[in-house]
């Protein structure tokens, strides 16, 4: 009742904060992510609004996460599901788990990251900077002698 109020006294309830705290899914995607951690790799797990329960849809493995003109930017691959999935986000092959995900992201309420597309420049800056530390990083190790 009056969160019926409150969004009929602002035109665009999104950017009330009040309302934002009341109600978080005002405005925002339906897919969300939950950031946390296995060990010592960073995770997103993806969630999925239904109705009004939240569906576990996957694990995402943090790979490398940058900053390009105010913009974060992460670069990410899936991981084997941790629990059963829809079977819309199912993984469908191998091939799916070293496919690399390029998004900026950005955070909302209550621990979510929700996750944009970017521009074609954008992105391909971010994948060469990724696929340079990793060339650095195997350079690395390969002068010290570790092996993975």
Same mark, same amino acid.
Do not use: A
């Given at each position: 009742m009056i969160l019926d109020k409150l969004r009929q006294k602002n035109k665009d309830p999104s950017v009330n904060p009040y309302l934002r705290m009341m109600d978080p899914?005002?405005?925002?995607?339906?897919?969300?992510y939950m950031m946390d951690e296995i060990g010592p790799v960073q995770v997103?797990?993806?969630?999925?609004?239904?109705?009004d329960d939240f569906v576990y849809c996957g694990?995402?493995?943090?790979?490398?996460k940058t900053e390009r003109g105010r913009r974060? !930017?992460?670069?990410? %691959?899936? /991981?084997k599901d941790e629990r059963?999935?829809?079977?819309?986000h199912a993984i469908e092959s191998p091939e799916e788990l070293n496919a690399l995900v390029v998004a900026e992201y950005y955070?909302?309420?209550?621990?979510?990251?929700?996750?944009r597309g970017l521009g074609q420049n954008t992105?391909?800056?971010?994948v060469d900077e990724y696929v340079q530390?990793? !060339?650095?990083?195997? %350079?690395? /190790?390969?002068?010290?002698g570790w092996t993975e």
């Open positions: 899914d005002i405005g925002m995607p339906d897919m969300f997103l797990r993806r969630f999925q609004k239904r109705e694990t995402f493995e943090v790979l490398h974060f !930017c992460v670069v990410m %691959r899936r /991981r059963l999935v829809p079977p819309e955070p909302g309420v209550m621990s979510r990251i929700y996750l992105m391909q800056s971010v530390r990793m !060339c650095r990083k195997r %350079r690395i /190790r390969g002068l010290l």
